[in-house]
Every structure is written in C-alpha cells, then in structure tokens.
C-alpha cells in the first residue's frame, strides 16, 4: 500500500469519522479543567491538588483508576469492548518554580509557580481524549492505560510511575506509547514529530576548584582557584567542538560561576555548575568522561584540586520510527494534510518521557498551539513566564490521543 493508499484508508475508516467534533464538543471540559489546572499550579512529585482536579474529571467513567505511592500519579484503566494489546497515553501535570506575568484572567494564584510549560493543557487533553474513548470503547480491542505524571520537570516522574508498574497496569505489558507536549512556537493545530532522537538527554554537573585563599594585594602567597575556573569554561566550549561530531551533537552550557566574597580576598574555592545536553548513548557517556580530564588538567596546572560531580536526569527521548510515521500519518488523515508535518530537527531540551520509550515502541509528538495574531518565532516560548497558549488548539490533541489509541486497538 502506497503512502497515499493508507491516508485514504484511514481518511475513510470509520472508527475515525466525527473525532475532531467529538473533541470539540468537549472543548468546554477541556478548558475548564486546563484553567482550574493552571490557576493553581503545583511542583515536583505531590501534587494533591491537581491529582484531585483529575480524579474529579473522571468521574462517571467505567475506568479502573489507581493513585501513585511514591508521587501523586493517576493511572486509569479503560478496558475496550474485546480482548486486545494495552496502549498507553501520557499527560503530565507539574509546573514549574517562576512567577507568572502572562496577563491571563486565569493567571496562577500560587506564589513562584507557573504552568509555563503548559502540563495543565497536557492533562486537561488527556483527561478529555479518556472521556472520548470510554464513549467509542465498543471499536477498541485491547485496552488504553491513561498517564497522569507529576514531577517531569526534574523529579522523573516517568521513572517513579514506570517502577511503579504503569507499564503493566492492564494487566499485560503495553506495546505502543504516545505523549503530546505542546508548544508555542509552532502553529496552532499542527501535530509534528520525527523518528529516532527527537530530545536530549539531560545532565547537571557541577565542579569544584579548590586551591588556596589569601590576600588580593599578594596572589603569590596564596593558589588562585578563581583564574582556574575561568580557563575551565572556555576550554570546555573548545572541547565539545573540536571532539564531538555536529552531527551527533553535544551542547554543554556553564550556567553558573561562584567565588569570593569580597574584592580584597582571593577565595579558597571556585565553582562551575552547567547542563550537558546529548542525543546518543555514546556521546554522553564520552562527554562526561572529558569535563572532568579537562577541569583537572587545568586545575593541575594551576596548582589547584578538582572535584566533578553529576547528577543524571534523564537519557535522550528517543521516537521509535515506525511509531513516529504512523501518528503523522493519522494527523494529517484525521485532522487534515497541513496539520501532520514532520519535524526536522530534534530540541536539546530532555523530557522524562524517554524512560518509558526505553521500554515500549512509541513517540513523542508536539502539538502546536501559537496564540493568533502572533507569528511562531514571534511567540514567547515555553518555560517563559508570559507564554499562553491557543486553546482552540486543545481538540486537535484530544482528537490525537483517541485516534492513536483507536488505531492501535483496532
């Protein structure tokens, strides 16, 4: 079957007719759940408040619905009409530590935390799309596993939900995932991923140089640890550049310089803190062998101590390609050509969702949802605290997840 053959079977394939009005039909609900969501916006792994707001947008449904011990997840269970595999969809639902100036009439009311990266639209989908199944549940032959994550920026949430046994809430292991994260910065409606990396994985590391502290006016009595770790941040950009292919790329960023205390005090201590962003196993593990060979070298030379430490959050976010190319072809079929575009580039952001791509075939996808009025590039993006998203955009992620569910059950 050609490419053109297979969007028009799905183009006419019943179970899929009338999914995006069922979606907007339950725009209302989606709305309000996202806005009740980001009025009051919760961090890390306990989020009461928001695993409330989801249980209580459940209710009715014929779900076998279960509450995280390690962190305040929500995994609920919707069993199709025949026996059938387990598909799983993820909404996450953790905001993030800054304090909103979006303007919005819904605007956070908690103190330095924000929904900036619009989880509250990911679960208010995702919480819509369980409402769609459980009322198309006579065309699915197996089972969807609904995933409701707090603790994605940082806390890996996926990891704790995963040990937790997500992956096996029906009863049999799931064998095709799908997350929709939404974005700003593309247009609004579009459903757009790619195969094979797609995010980076994610490190914080920190070093520490240790010499000798002493006078301003007499360095020579004293080690400078302060010039060491200067030379440190410029040779660790020459390093990722003249040692790492671009076209399987390293980003390493020094986010954060500490020293001193006053002007006419040499400190015993210097502190470099950054992140290293990769999109391959082996380059990450290449990358994080060098930073300390070439912080110590250069501490050595100084006359100064080094001490690396890292602390590993999350590996590469890594599309299964099959996967990838089906939820692009079922965009394009069931919401329309235009709104099924491949993505060209991975981001060097990371997402935890990579833990569960370890383990089953799936994908990551982006739903674009660019205010109107503003061009993409033009928009302010997520993690900033004046991003807002086109809500309209919310059916076409609903539509989404209830299509690759069907497609997968079918």
Not at 82 to 101: C, F, K, T
Not at 275 to 285: F, K, N, P
Request: hydrophobic fraction near 45%.
């Amino acid at each position: 079957m050609t490419p053109a053959d297979s969007a028009s079977a799905l183009a006419n394939d019943p179970r899929f007719t009338g999914l995006v009005e069922a979606a907007r039909a339950l725009q209302p609900r989606t709305v309000s759940l996202r806005r009740q969501l980001h009025k009051h916006p919760e961090l890390g792994l306990r989020l009461p408040r928001s695993q409330a707001a989801v249980l209580h947008a459940l209710e009715g449904l014929d779900l076998h619905v279960t509450k995280g011990e390690s962190c305040d997840s929500v995994v609920a269970v919707l069993n199709g009409a025949n026996p059938g595999p387990s598909v799983l969809l993820r909404g996450d639902m953790d905001a993030l530590p800054l304090r909103e100036d979006s303007g919005l009439a819904f605007a956070s009311e908690e103190a330095g935390a924000m929904h900036a990266c619009g989880h509250d639209t990911h679960a208010a989908m995702l919480a819509s799309a369980a409402r769609l199944l459980y009322s198309r549940r006579d065309a699915l032959s197996g089972r969807v596993i609904f995933m409701f994550q707090p603790g994605e920026e940082g806390h890996q949430g996926a990891k704790h939900m995963v040990d937790e046994g997500v992956l096996e809430a029906g009863g049999r292991a799931v064998e095709r995932a799908l997350a929709l994260h939404i974005t700003a910065t593309a247009t609004s409606g579009v459903i757009t991923c790619k195969p094979g990396p797609i995010m980076a994985s994610a490190d914080a590391w920190t070093v520490t140089v240790t010499g000798r502290g002493g006078h301003g006016a007499m360095p020579f009595h004293a080690i400078d640890p302060v010039p060491a770790a200067a030379a440190m941040v410029g040779a660790l950009q020459t390093m990722v550049t003249r040692r790492f292919s671009v076209f399987d790329p390293a980003v390493l960023t020094v986010g954060r310089i500490t020293a001193g205390t006053t002007s006419n005090v040499i400190p015993e201590t210097a502190e470099l803190e950054g992140t290293v962003r990769t999109l391959s196993d082996a380059v990450h593990e290449a990358v994080l062998a060098e930073i300390p060979k070439v912080c110590e070298h250069i501490g050595a030379a100084h006359g100064c101590t080094v001490k690396f430490e890292v602390n590993t959050t999350y590996p590469p976010t890594v599309n299964d390609a099959a996967v990838a190319a089906r939820v692009l072809e079922l965009a394009g079929s069931v919401l329309g050509p235009r709104f099924g575009p491949p993505m060209t580039d991975p981001l060097m952001a990371a997402e935890d969702f990579s833990y569960v791509l370890q383990k089953v075939p799936g994908t990551l996808a982006f739903v674009g949802a660019c205010p109107p009025g503003i061009e993409p590039e033009e928009a302010p993006p997520n993690h900033s605290n004046r991003v807002h998203f086109d809500e309209s955009a919310f059916a076409h992620g609903v539509a989404m997840y209830a299509a690759f569910a069907l497609d997968a059950l079918r």
